[in-house]
């Protein structure tokens, strides 16, 4: 069956970084485009960036832009989200999809603070 796992969150002091991954399986990776969305406790669940399934073509939030990096490895079928300088208001429970399958994973908890 199809599984998405993400991982990788955690409590970072602002200006800091972290790294997310999406393992993924029961699929065909390299034939989807997968993206990240995070939600905020309270708010709508935002869509942050995507990526295509040969990885050539990325988009990202006008609030990530610069400072987010989304790619992806077939070979391993996981798909990484690098944030960089890192602010409070990313706080959020960061979540991989599979576009066209419609499948979530779990969540991995990012929180920014000092």
């Given amino acids: 069956q199809v599984q998405v796992v993400e991982s990788g969150g955690g409590l970072v002091q602002p200006g800091g970084s972290l790294r997310l991954s999406c393992a993924a399986s029961g699929f065909t990776f390299s034939s989807y485009g997968m993206n990240w969305y995070r939600q905020a406790p309270g708010k709508e ?17 006008d609030s990530v832009k610069g400072r987010f990096t989304i790619s992806r490895d077939n070979a391993k079928k996981t798909v990484y989200l690098q944030m960089n300088s890192l602010k409070p208001e990313d706080t959020a429970v960061y979540y991989c999809y599979v576009r066209m399958l419609g499948y979530w994973g779990q969540g991995t908890q990012v929180t920014v603070s000092s």
Avoid: D, P, Q, W
């Avoid at 669940?45 to 939030?61: D, H, K, N």
């Fill in 45 to 61: 669940r935002e869509l942050v960036a995507t990526i295509t399934a040969t990885g050539g073509s990325t988009t990202y939030a």
